[in-house]
């Protein structure tokens, strides 16, 4: 980076190149990578009337995220959001795997409470048991442009099982004390 002009002149080259993060294409899709965790972004074209339907939805289907999320183990995080003037929606999730086994276990673990959100509210959705899913999916998802993520190489498992250690010797302190 030794020809590197960092955005602001009071940062260096080489404080940049410190933070630096290798990020590339998914291996067997579309998503960017960085270490462990990529990204998958979908934009859909809603159907008339759909921004309402989904807004009917939207509670429940925030009570029961952590539920169907948490069945797949893998995703760190997860938006669903209707955007452009209720024209379209928006969902985009980061999470540790590959790109493949991220779409089964999706298919596999929370098909219904995707097709919850989705279902006449997504202009062309055809559930995600149906046979058109997978080509649905690849019409629709997008790449981002620009993607950070932090811990790179942790996992949700790693995650969960940090916090568990950390609560677990925060109580033995609590004890000792």
């Known amino acids: 980076m030794s020809d590197y002009v960092p955005i602001s002149a009071e940062v260096s080259a080489e404080e940049i190149a410190k933070w630096t993060q290798p990020c590339r294409r998914q291996t067997d899709g579309m998503g960017l990578r960085v270490g462990n965790k990529a990204e998958f972004t979908l934009v859909a074209p809603l159907k008339p009337g759909g921004g309402a339907i989904f807004r009917e939805r939207v509670k429940k289907a ?16 997860l938006r669903v959001a209707l955007i452009n ?5 928006l969902f985009a999730a980061s999470y540790s795997d590959e790109f493949k086994p991220y779409v089964v276990d999706v298919i596999k673990f929370a098909t219904p409470w995707i097709d919850y959100m989705f279902t006449d509210v997504a202009e062309g959705y055809p559930g995600l048991q149906a046979p058109g899913a997978l080509d649905y999916i690849a019409r629709h998802q997008v790449e981002a442009s620009v993607w950070y993520a932090s811990n790179e190489q942790a996992t949700v498992r790693d995650i969960a099982r940090g916090q568990k250690a950390l609560t677990s010797l925060n109580d033995l302190l609590d004890t000792i004390q």
């Open 62 to 77: 925030q009570v029961e995220a952590a539920y169907w999320e948490g069945r797949l183990g893998t995703v760190h995080d």
């Open 85 to 89: 003037d209720d024209t379209q929606i």
